[in-house]
């Protein structure tokens, strides 16, 4: 098992609410990436948190939003959810920004289900 | 950019036999590779890791990878498949300039006994 662990395993929502989700890095990690992994797809890169500011995003639209605190967790909040926000939300914690040669370790996820 | 085809959507293998999970890429320059298992219901799991060097990368759980440059190929490999090894396997490409993992779509993994 990694260091890295993810709160809540399972949230359902109802569409149009907000939702947070934590992420704790592992031990020694600065940097915080988080994913969505939707049913029967690979892991698509939301944001990168490094020393607490965004240091890379994808393609996700403006009510996706995260912050890192001065422990290196971080939260991820969804605005305004819509159905196709019903995934599984990865936290991944490195160090140096991810731009260094060492692996990501992936929390176990939080399930979102937005009805 | 950055991109990661895997071309199988499921590999079938007998217990014993050897697999092969396939993983091709593009990068606009040198590429850190990588391989990532997910069990149901659980994230995602390092493998195993290709930075620079031997072509032959060796991992967890007796797997290991072939790097080829010329054919942007990163094959993962196990000689002999246990069905415990059943699982989504993902392959993911970061070009050395960016902080993105880029992830494949992954491929479904089912050694019968």
């Known amino acids: 098992e990694t260091g890295v662990t993810q709160s809540p395993t399972h949230l359902i929502k109802t569409r149009g609410q907000q939702v947070t989700l934590r992420c704790s890095s592992q031990?020694?990690?600065?940097?915080v990436s988080w994913y969505q992994q939707a049913l029967g797809q690979g892991p698509q890169f939301i944001f990168q948190?490094?020393?607490?500011?965004?240091?890379g995003r994808g393609n996700f639209p403006p009510r996706f939003s995260g912050l890192q605190f001065p422990n290196y967790s971080s939260e991820l909040n969804v605005n305004a959810l819509e159905l196709d926000d019903s995934a599984l939300y990865l936290c991944?914690?490195?160090f140096g920004g991810g731009r260094d040669n060492t692996e990501a370790f992936f929390g176990q996820g939080t399930r979102l289900t937005v009805v | 950019a950055q991109s990661v085809a895997q071309p199988e959507d499921q590999v079938n293998v007998a217990e014993g036999n050897p697999l092969t999970v396939k993983c091709t890429y593009s990068?606009?320059?040198?590429?850190?590779l990588f391989w990532y298992v997910q069990y149901p219901n659980r994230g995602l799991q390092f493998l195993l890791k290709?930075?620079?060097?031997?072509?032959l990368v060796k991992g967890s759980y007796g797997f290991e990878a072939e790097f080829n440059k010329s054919q942007t190929s990163f094959h993962l490999k196990k000689p002999s498949a246990l069905v415990s090894d059943s699982a989504l396997y993902f392959c993911?490409?970061?070009?050395?300039?960016?902080?993105?993992?880029?992830f494949g779509k992954g491929t479904m993994l089912l050694v019968s006994p």
């Open positions: 991944a914690s490195s």
């Open positions: 031990s020694g990690h600065n940097t």
């Open positions: 948190y490094y020393r607490e500011e965004e240091n």
């Open positions: 990068v606009s320059g040198n590429p850190y």
């Open positions: 290709y930075i620079t060097g031997d072509n």
């Open positions: 993911a490409v970061r070009d050395k300039g960016y902080s993105t993992l880029t």
